[in-house]
């Protein structure tokens, strides 16, 4: 996965709806620069001073975009992330929940074919505040530039997170947000390579809840590739009930598969500070680091 730079043109399908047109909005105003938007049968329309085409290959032509953010309809999904990648996107995040798990696996397998990185579904997507660069709906205010990266399968925990390290004086590198559906296009390991060798980040926060296994995956991964940045973790979901989805699609324990507790033991044996409350993180990022 490439991340985008400060200047790089990036366009938003679906841009000429309430949440596109809303989200394209305020990521102009953090310093985003968002070229083109796409709305089939819209084309010539203009939204925050950004022109609209019918089709994502007239965009990126007229652009040079690479990334592109999705605000279209779960129903639409399919067709306009295959659009994309077809038509050179080579960084895709899917805003969009909801979304059936074979139009997921689907996209996941083009994109793979087309060496292309899809962030999402069901994600609030990326923010690097240091290039003032924001794709995706978090709130700018909860994040400021530094070296901690924050990677998160939940939205406004990333949120939560972010805004008690900037409160506690830990800048963010880099957060980015998995999505809460049980397939995730890009995984916690891909976003622990992200950070593996760049010299910005100093210490790495991963953010979990109940369901599924990307945590002690994660954890494995850490141990076995010898990842050296400290990581700290927060596993939200501890006291929630069995075979009850919690808010997200992923968010759910099946007997003993998915517990809070075997992600937090996962963690905590691949050398991870574990923290109880969100409140509790920057404190253990202090000890990380030193």
């Known amino acids: 996965m490439i991340i985008p730079e400060s200047e790089e043109p990036i366009i938003v399908q679906g841009i000429t709806g309430r949440y596109g047109s809303l989200h394209t909005r305020l990521m102009l105003q953090y310093g985003t620069k968002i070229a083109a938007g796409?709305?089939?049968?819209?084309?010539?329309?203009?939204?925050?001073?950004?022109?609209?085409?019918?089709?994502?290959?007239?965009?990126?032509?007229?652009?040079?975009?690479?990334?592109?953010?999705l605000f279209v309809p779960a129903p639409n999904f399919l067709s306009a992330a295959k659009e994309a990648i077809d038509s050179g996107i080579k960084l895709l995040v899917a805003i969009t929940e909801h979304i059936p798990i074979r139009d997921t696996l689907t996209i996941l397998d083009i994109a793979r074919k087309k060496g292309a990185s899809v962030i999402g579904p069901n994600t609030p997507g990326l923010i690097v505040p240091s290039r003032k660069l924001k794709l995706g709906i978090m709130p700018?205010?909860?994040?400021?530039?530094?070296?901690?990266?924050?990677?998160?399968?939940?939205?406004?925990?990333?949120?939560?997170?972010?805004?008690?390290?900037?409160?506690?004086?830990?800048?963010?590198?880099?957060?980015?947000?998995?999505?809460?559906?049980?397939?995730?296009?890009?995984t916690l390991q891909e976003c622990i390579e992200l950070v593996r060798n760049d010299q910005t980040t100093k210490a790495v926060v991963l953010v979990g809840e109940i369901g599924g296994d990307a945590e002690e995956r994660t954890a494995s991964y850490i141990s076995e590739t010898r990842f050296e940045k400290p990581v700290v973790a927060y596993i939200a979901g501890r006291h929630a009930p069995k075979e009850k989805k919690m808010g997200h699609a992923?968010?759910?324990?099946?007997?003993?598969?998915?517990?809070?507790?075997?992600?937090?033991?996962?963690?905590?044996?691949?050398?991870?500070l574990v923290a109880k409350t969100p409140s509790e993180i920057p404190s253990l990022v202090s000890r990380a680091i030193g």
């Open 38 to 69: 796409v709305t089939p049968g819209k084309g010539g329309m203009n939204v925050e001073g950004v022109p609209v085409y019918n089709t994502v290959r007239e965009a990126v032509e007229k652009s040079g975009s690479r990334s592109s953010v």
């Open 140 to 186: 700018a205010s909860s994040f400021s530039p530094g070296d901690i990266a924050i990677f998160s399968r939940s939205g406004t925990l990333m949120y939560e997170v972010a805004y008690q390290l900037t409160s506690s004086g830990f800048g963010q590198s880099l957060a980015l947000g998995i999505g809460g559906d049980p397939i995730n296009c890009t």
């Open 250 to 272: 992923g968010a759910i324990i099946y007997g003993s598969y998915g517990t809070a507790e075997s992600k937090i033991k996962a963690l905590e044996d691949a050398g991870a």
